[in-house]
């Protein structure tokens, strides 16, 4: 499964972004779908994940309420739609499928190209 992340760019503190991951695989609509991020010096991190249907979605504590995840099945795509950005937001963000949100969040099965956010203060 080939995942490919874009959307990405500069943004002033407080402004907003969309992000769009499309896959190459049909059967997308299968598999929970996520978005990680990386800052420079840290860790990899869970940003949101969604389940197949849509009906679950999981949000780390440092972006719940201002990002909303979402995915469109039938054009094999999710979105992270970023509000109210903040410089501490800035990383690259990549999107990632797994079985289900638990296994996603453990350790994505695939993977794709990143791109980066930064965040003006």
């Known amino acids: 499964v080939q995942l490919q992340a874009s959307g990405g760019g500069l943004v002033q503190a407080g402004g907003s972004l969309r992000l769009s991951c499309a896959s190459s695989e049909r059967t997308v609509v299968d598999y929970a779908m996520g978005w990680f991020r990386q800052a420079p010096g840290k860790e990899r991190e869970i940003v949101s994940a969604?389940?197949?249907?849509?009906?679950?979605?999981f949000y780390a504590d440092s972006v719940r309420a201002r990002f909303t995840i979402s995915r469109a099945n039938v054009k094999n795509m999710v979105y992270l739609q970023m509000n109210s950005l903040k410089p501490e937001d800035t990383a690259v963000y990549y999107c990632?499928?797994?079985?289900?949100?638990?296994?996603?969040?453990?350790?994505?099965?695939?993977r794709g190209q990143g791109t980066q956010v930064t965040v003006s203060s």
């Open positions: 990632a499928l797994d079985d289900t949100i638990t296994e996603l969040i453990k350790s994505p099965r695939y």
């Open positions: 969604i389940n197949w249907s849509g009906s679950s979605t």
